[in-house]
């Protein structure tokens, strides 16, 4: 999230882009005063301070302490720390950026060749390098002129001259460094380090992540290993540093037990000791092997259908509980309001009121909460399914089991697969990016299902199922 000083910036240059003010004057300024870069460098925080000053009203003081860059001190871009940048830049001008229909926040340290830019795009729904330059997402032979390159692994997009560097650090966070002559040495540098303040993007599986240690950074988005519901997250360092963190959905977490026998089978563990973790049932375990390959673990049940594995390679070891203790669940929404699995029933039709308790529902590597709203004659069902088999033809036919489906497959909720069951109900069911959601209504209500259906919010994605 950008800090305060960042969300002051940006709204003072929206509210003086009405004065008239050309948009490359900073930069016009930068350049006349070429000739000492201490001059410049004061020229510029003038210039910006007399802008800044007539449109702040006069009981409004912003004073702009990022700092003067240096290889040592950090300065933040919309939630992005900027590691290392060339000596003696000076003060960024920061603006809005836009480019492939993607909106971002962009920080300017002079021009020509003597630029430096870093520019941080969000946008969860439509992020992709490719759009930023201007292509079809996924399809980088739609970029003409340009070269396929890594940063820390991941996909990223460069030119031959070596001054634009632009990637995907995770789903809905696009990073770019463009760079003049002068610091085209220093493109891969300032790339390598930048690093999201939140790098795991804050949510996995219901989990916050709050604390990861020190140098490690997204080696996989998300991984959807096999089908016995199992889907983890892995940090790595340059050092051999890696933590893995693991989510396990469905009947392989039906109980303590269970989630044990499977983290045995399919994660090569091989001593555990039942322990509470989080104040849930669990074990301290040790797994991997001998040596390098070491590793440490904690597993625990959040809830029938929902197991946690944490794993550390042995030199992390004495972190591997801070880590675990910096996992917050999601708090679910109050069970009296209409939400069920963070999930928004956004539309009921008037009368009807949440009942008391919610049942579960778990099958190969998914798990499904359900909800209902009744008056006492007519009532309303919501069934809001997770898991990494989302997708997945047989899981689809397993949960819909005894219901007769009257259209095809979409993920559009007015359009999804209609269902009839065996008592009557009408219903609908979609699929969104980590959530399946089946709505069922009792046949007086089959007028209100469409609307019931399409006012559903389901929340955005963390990662890529």
């Known amino acids: 999230m950008p800090n305060i000083e960042d969300e002051l910036r940006l709204a003072l240059v929206e509210e003086t882009s009405a004065l008239g003010v050309p948009p490359g004057l900073a930069h016009r300024v930068v350049q006349g005063a070429k000739r000492e870069r201490r001059a410049r460098t004061t020229a510029v925080a003038l210039v910006a301070a007399a802008v800044l000053a007539a449109a702040v009203p006069g009981y409004l003081s912003v004073t702009d302490r990022s700092g003067v860059a240096s290889p040592t001190r950090a300065v933040g871009v919309d939630g992005v720390e900027v590691g290392y940048l060339p000596p003696g830049l ?29 520019t941080v795009y969000r946008d969860p729904a ?25 940063v820390r692994g991941r996909g990223a997009f460069t030119r031959a001259e070596g001054d634009d560097l632009v990637w995907e650090e995770r ?39 709050t604390y990861i240690p020190p140098g490690l950074h997204l080696a996989d988005l998300s991984s959807v290993v096999d089908r016995t519901g199992w889907a983890e997250i892995r940090l790595s360092g340059d050092d051999g540093a890696s933590v893995r963190i693991l989510a396990v959905r469905g009947l392989s977490a039906a109980d303590p037990e269970t989630l044990l026998t499977w983290a045995r089978v399919r994660q090569n563990l091989y001593t555990a000791t039942p322990e509470k973790v989080r104040g849930k049932p669990g074990y301290r375990a040790d797994g991997g092997g001998r040596g390098a390959s ?49 999930v928004t029933v956004a539309y009921l039709p008037p009368g009807l009121r949440r009942v008391a308790g919610e049942t579960t529902r778990l099958g190969k590597g998914w798990s499904a909460t359900v909800g209902r709203w009744s008056d006492g004659s007519r009532d309303v069902e919501v069934t809001v399914i997770r898991g990494v088999r989302l997708y997945d033809n047989l899981w689809v036919n397993e949960f819909l089991r005894g219901e007769k489906r009257e259209s095809a497959r979409t993920r559009r909720p007015s359009m999804g697969i209609r269902t009839t069951g065996p008592d009557g109900r009408r219903g609908i069911f979609f699929e969104s990016t980590e959530v399946a959601v089946h709505v069922k209504v009792d046949p007086a209500l089959a007028g209100d299902l469409d609307r019931i259906a399409t006012k559903i919010r389901v929340p955005p994605p963390s990662y890529r199922p």
């Open 90 to 118: 000076g003060v960024p001008v920061l603006e809005r950026a836009d480019a492939g229909g993607l909106r971002g926040t962009a920080a300017t340290w002079g021009a020509g060749d003597d630029l430096v830019r870093v």
């Open 171 to 209: 789903p809905g966070l696009v990073l770019r460094v463009t760079v003049g002559a002068l610091y085209r040495d220093a493109l891969r540098r300032i790339a390598g380090g930048l690093i999201p303040k939140d790098p795991t993007g804050g949510v996995f599986q219901g989990l916050r992540v």
């Open 294 to 342: 070491y590793s440490r673990l904690r597993l625990w049940l959040e809830k029938p259908g929902l197991g946690y594995v944490v794993e550390v390679n042995e030199g992390l070891a004495t972190t591997l509980d801070r880590i675990v203790k910096g996992l917050v669940p999601i708090e679910p929404p109050s069970a009296s309001g209409n939400a069920i699995g963070q």
């Open 126 to 150: 439509f992020g992709g390098a490719e759009r930023v330059l201007g292509g079809i997402r996924g399809t980088p032979e739609t970029l003409s002129g340009v070269l396929v390159a890594k």
